[in-house]
């Protein structure tokens, strides 16, 4: 029987890992790891049931086995669409640098549009957009590139202080959900590197990520391709999930984290200069204020 990242093609595999997840959201995870074991047993390549498998067996405590059948995952399903990678960082098995794979944002938001703005909004109080619209100088603004535009929520809130707007995302959907909206000049699928790239020399005013950068290890590339397409006037505004450490680096939640100091020193290497750096909450988390950072950057 053929498988694929949704189905395993086997009914009855199927069902013991649709159990599996249940018991493992209960947080039965000794009971999870027996099911998704069963699931394998049936379906022995299935990469959602390995993964699953790992997910148990890290919660048990067993990052050995969970880093094997992350490995595992990861050979089976190479574009990642399920997140081996960015487990793997977590485990400490691979560099947070590029964990988190294009194919696994695409897929995290392609499942996710028809209800980010109220999952979003209504449930983890996600503020990004305001918090970076209320640290916008008075005035108004040419062009503004808002990069991983999501449904256009930062679009929203800024689009009454620009001039032109345009977006870029990994996710269709979320594109097509901003394109619905009617806000944006341009919208473009791509990644942030790639859109930035298509940008004249200092073209933009404004270069805006609202929460962006959560999925985005080594920011150095979008730095320097920011510092491109700005104009030498302009600002470059965004929010990032902080990190006590040194560096960056992925969390519990499969997220990155940047340190304060990394982003100061990756910012002033691209030609930035930081004219503001301060403590902020974007968004809550079991319903506690996740901590984050807003900078403000300007051309040096």
Known sequence: MSASLRTSGDLLADRRYAYGAAMAKDGDHE???????QTLEIV???APAILALGDARAALGDGETARTLFERSLSLDPVDVLGAGPRLARL???????????????????????????????????RAPDLILDA????????????????????NAVRSRVAALAGCD??????EKAREKDLYDRLVVADLVSFLAGEADGSADLVLAADVFVYVGDLRPVFAAARRAIAPAGLFLFT???????????????????SEVWLRNAAVAAGFRVERC???????????????????????
Request: proline residues 7%; glycine residues 14%.
């Open 31 to 37: 009971a999870a790891a027996d099911l998704f074991e």
């Open 44 to 46: 022995p390549d299935w």
């Open 92 to 126: 400490g098995a691979i560099a947070p640098d590029h964990a988190l794979s294009d194919g696994y944002v695409r897929g995290l938001f392609e499942d996710y549009a028809d209800r980010f703005d109220s999952h979003l909004v209504g449930s983890l109080g996600y």
């Open 136 to 155: 916008l100088p008075p005035g108004d603004f040419g062009l503004a590139l808002d990069l991983g535009c999501g449904t256009g929520l930062m679009g």
């Open 170 to 175: 990994l996710s269709p959907a979320m594109v």
């Open 240 to 258: 990032v999930q902080a990190h006590q450490g040194e560096g960056f680096a992925v969390g519990d939640d499969l997220r990155t984290a940047h």
């Open 278 to 300: 301060e403590a902020v909450s974007a968004r809550l988390d079991a319903g506690r204020p996740v901590p984050g950072l807003l900078l403000v950057l300007r051309p040096a």
